[in-house]
C-alpha cells in the first residue's frame, strides 16, 4: 500500500536553530499538506500546497515556516528560527484531488517529532 | 466559525463490545468526512469516510452515520478488539484542509 514518508522520525534542536523536515509524498498525489499536534491535543492544519504553490495556510504558518518541493519526490516544512513552542509532531499527508468524486486518498505520515530545547 | 468536536474524551469498552464515538459539527456546509484512528506515536490512519448526500456507510467492524439534521457524525465499531485501542478522530473537509476534532480516547479491556 502506498505511504507518505517522513523523515526524521525524532529532531531534537537548540531554540533559534533552523530546522528542515522531510516528506516524500505518494507518487500520483499532487496535493501536499502540513499538520501539528501538539502533545495531547488535536491535529492542527498549517499549509496546503498544490501546483507548485501554496494554496492555503493557517494562522500558525507565520513568517518563520515556509514550505518547498525542491524536486519531484520530496515535500519539506523548515521552520526558519526554533521557539520553544514549536515543540510538536508535525504530519505530512498528501491527496490525490479536493474535488468531488473517490475518497481523495488523504493520507500521512507517521510525523517527526520535533523537540525544542 | 467552524468547528469540528468530539462528545466524550475517553471511552472504555469491553472486549467484544461495541463502540460508539461521537462528533459534532458546525458547518452545515460541509460534505465530507473522515475518521481516523492514531496509534500512540503515528500518524492520523484512515478507517472510513462519508459524503453528506450519506446517512450511512459500512466498513470492515466499522460504520459511520451522519445526521445532518443535528449535524451530529458517529463511528461504530463492532466487536471492539485490544487493537482498536488508539485515539480516534472525525475530521470535516474544508477548501484545502482538514479540519480536526479533539479527538476519543478508545481504551478496550479484556
Known amino acids: 500500500e502506498p505511504e507518505v514518508t517522513q523523515t526524521p522520525s525524532h529532531q531534537v534542536t537548540q531554540m533559534g536553530q533552523e530546522v528542515i523536515l522531510r516528506c516524500v509524498p505518494i507518487?500520483?498525489?499532487?496535493?501536499f499538506y502540513w499538520y501539528r499536534q501538539i502533545l495531547g491535543q488535536k491535529v492542527e492544519f498549517l499549509v496546503s500546497?498544490?501546483?507548485?504553490?501554496?494554496?492555503?495556510k493557517s494562522e500558525i504558518f507565520d513568517d518563520q515556516f515556509s514550505v518547498e518541493r525542491p524536486d519531484g519526490s520530496n515535500f519539506t516544512l523548515k521552520i526558519r528560527s526554533t521557539k520553544l513552542e514549536d515543540s510538536a509532531m508535525y504530519f505530512c499527508?498528501?491527496?490525490?484531488?479536493?474535488?468531488?468524486?473517490?475518497?481523495?486518498?488523504?493520507?500521512f505520515g507517521s510525523g517527526t517529532r520535533l523537540t525544542v530545547v | 466559525g467552524e468547528s469540528v468536536g468530539l462528545h466524550l474524551p475517553t471511552l472504555s469498552v469491553q472486549e467484544g463490545d461495541n463502540s460508539i464515538i461521537n462528533c459534532a459539527y458546525s458547518?452545515?456546509?460541509?460534505?465530507?468526512f473522515i475518521w481516523y484512528k492514531q496509534e500512540s506515536g503515528k500518524g492520523p490512519q484512515f478507517i472510513i469516510d462519508?459524503?453528506?448526500?450519506?446517512d450511512k456507510r459500512q466498513g470492515q467492524r466499522v460504520t459511520v452515520l451522519l445526521n445532518k439534521t443535528v449535524k451530529h457524525l458517529s463511528l461504530q465499531i463492532a466487536a471492539t478488539q485490544p487493537g482498536d485501542s488508539a485515539v480516534y478522530f472525525c475530521?470535516?473537509?474544508?477548501?484545502?484542509?482538514?479540519?480536526f476534532g479533539a479527538g476519543t480516547r478508545l481504551a478496550v479491556h479484556p
Open positions: 499527508a498528501s491527496s490525490e484531488h479536493l474535488g468531488q468524486g473517490a475518497s481523495y486518498g488523504y493520507t
Open positions: 507518487s500520483n498525489h499532487l496535493y
Open positions: 500546497f498544490y501546483n507548485n504553490e501554496i494554496s492555503e
Open positions: 458547518n452545515s456546509a460541509s460534505d465530507y
Open positions: 462519508i459524503r453528506s448526500n450519506m
Open positions: 475530521a470535516e473537509k474544508g477548501y484545502n484542509k482538514l479540519i
